[in-house]
């Protein structure tokens, strides 16, 4: 995958796991467990999903500037 497009699915998923903060989830199910459940669940996926984005975003940007000092490099 071209270097771009993996930067712009981190950007994304890091966008996407702050909106579902904000937006919440709401009230599915009114058992007790199943409410912990999804409390655990909101906490943890965004948070995990924003640092899978922020290291995807990360490695791409870093290898843009490797290619970008390698072409600098063959020209001298």
């Known amino acids: 995958m071209c270097a771009i ?5 981190g950007a994304i998923l ?3 796991s702050v909106w579902w903060v904000f937006q919440g ?3 599915l199910i009114h ?3 199943v409410n912990d459940l999804i409390t655990l669940l909101n906490a ?4 995990a999903v924003f640092v899978i984005g ?7 940007l ?8 390698l072409k ?5």
Do not use: H, N
Not at 62 to 69: C, G, N, Q, V
Not at 72 to 76: A, G, M, S, Y
């Open 5 to 9: 497009v993996k930067i712009l699915i």
């Open 14 to 16: 890091m966008i996407a």
């Open 25 to 27: 989830s709401g009230q």
């Open 31 to 33: 058992r007790s467990y």
């Open 44 to 47: 943890g996926i965004p948070i």
């Open 54 to 60: 922020l290291f995807v975003l990360w490695l791409e």
């Open 62 to 69: 870093d290898e843009l500037r490797i290619e970008k000092e």
């Open 72 to 76: 600098i490099e063959k020209k001298k």
